[in-house]
Structure formats: C-alpha cells, structure tokens
C-alpha cells in the first residue's frame, strides 16, 4: 500500500494557503497536511474557514487543500466513472483518474520535498471502513499528512484501493451519498486535538469519551431557568466539591447512557474494595 506516485499533475481548487509553500506553525512543527480528493470542492470552504477549524490554518497549525478529481480526467468529457465489469448497479470511480489526482497531492504536499521526512496516510472514506472514534482521531492528530479520498456513485476501481489506500474509515454504520462530510467530521475530530487550537487544553481532559466517560451536565446564567436552578455545589466556590461532584456526574451519566463505555472504565478503574469493618 502507499505506492509511489507517478508525477503527472494537474489543476486543483485550493481552499486555504498552499501548502507547498512548506511553512512552519508556532513553535516550529509543520502545519498537519489535510489533502481531500473529491469531486465536491466547493462543500469544503465555508466549514474549514469558520469557528476553529478557520483560525487553526490561519494559524500555520494546518493546511487545508482541495483537489478535483475531475481536472486529472483525461477525456473531453471529464468523465470520472465507468460500468463495473461483470454488470450490476450503479458507475465506478476510475483507477487511472484516482491515481493521477492522488500522486498530484502527493507531488504538491510539502511533506514531499522536506528533507525531515514525516508521517503520511491515504484514507478512503468508506462504509466497509474501520469505525472513526476518539482514539483515531488521537493516533491521526500525530500524522503529517492525510489524504482524505471521497468516494462517489457505488464506490472505487479496487485496485486503486488496493494500491494507494492504507486505511478505509467510516464514520458510521449507515451508507451516506459522498465521501465529503466523512471527511470533514474526521477532519474537525482531528484539528481539535492539535496542540494550540483549542485554547483550554483542560476542556479537552474532561471531554466526552476521554477516560472512558461521557462529559457531566453544564450550566451557565441565569441561576435559575424555567423553575430549574443550578445545582448548589457549582454555586459554592469549594472547588474539590466541584470536582467530586463532576466526576460522580460522569461516571453515573456514563452508566445509564454508554454501558459499553461504562465497563471499559471499570476495566481500566476497578471499584477499590470496601474495608470490613471490624
Ligand atoms: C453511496 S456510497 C457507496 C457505497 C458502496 N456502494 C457500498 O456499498 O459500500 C458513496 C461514497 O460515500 C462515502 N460513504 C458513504 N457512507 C459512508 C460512511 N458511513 N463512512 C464513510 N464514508 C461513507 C464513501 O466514500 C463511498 O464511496
């Protein structure tokens, strides 16, 4: 898998600085190379220009890039897919188009001429994929470069799958039009959890699914909201009361909620037995 590529290139549509310009983030590491192979690239701006995701590839923490598959087409009618062999439903994505605009990512990617050398993945986001979690999302944030491929119509040539993708992710068990919002929830779990984009790294600790434990219930102004008040501990100012309380919330949210969470948690933090009393 991850074969070399060919150095055909060709147009791409970019959605943020080029990465091929090779800058550095704060504190000197290379921004996270975020590379999305799709026929859909006007879905990606508006998402990966807002709210964090935005201020982290102005912030030189990532790069963004889009590249239309369409454009490595080599026909006049910039076709993308054909009929499977052997009949059945539906159009393939071609493997020859695929490869040119996969090696043109790879080709433009300033991972590619860095002489430091770095960490990269193809992905194909697929229904057949491994489930994308918290955990993936942990082990990609250390990557330096992902190729996120969209599939389109019944789905990929396998021998392009077979030659150039060394991981099939999904986000879900239900089967969605286009490989795009995959790719863009796999995206956002993945620059949320790089270093400098989330202002309070302790909000990260205390997230949903770290430790094993759904996050506890949130209150802000006012005290009081149709008839509901704001549990007296929050309000006292004892800050290990807070805490207690907090991680009690979790561990009982987590139970009733996620007990395929809840069990992992126990594995991991054994209830310490009660001392007899003598
Ligand atoms: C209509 S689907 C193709 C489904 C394919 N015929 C199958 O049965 O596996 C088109 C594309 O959407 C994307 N896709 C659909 N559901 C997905 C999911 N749950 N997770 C990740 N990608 C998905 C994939 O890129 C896929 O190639």
Known sequence: MGHPPNSESGQSSKSSSDPASGGTAPGGKRPLEFWFLTLFPEVFPSILGSSLL??????????????????????????????????????????????AAWSSAIERSALSRSSEGGRSLTILLSPQGRHFDQEMAKELARYDRLILICGHYEGLDERFIENCVDREVSVGDYVLTGGELPALVMTDAITRLLPGVVGNTQSLTEDSLENDLLKYPQYTRPREFQGKAVPEVLLSGDHKAIAAWRKAQREERTRERRPDLWARYLEKNPPKPSRKKR
Do not use: N, W
């Open 54 to 99: 935005g201020k982290a590839s102005q912030r030189g923490l990532v790069s963004y890039q889009t590249i239309q598959i369409r454009d490595f087409s080599t026909d006049k009618h910039r076709t993308v897919d054909d009929t499977p062999f052997g009949g059945g439903e539906g159009m393939l994505m071609k493997p020859d188009v695929l490869h």
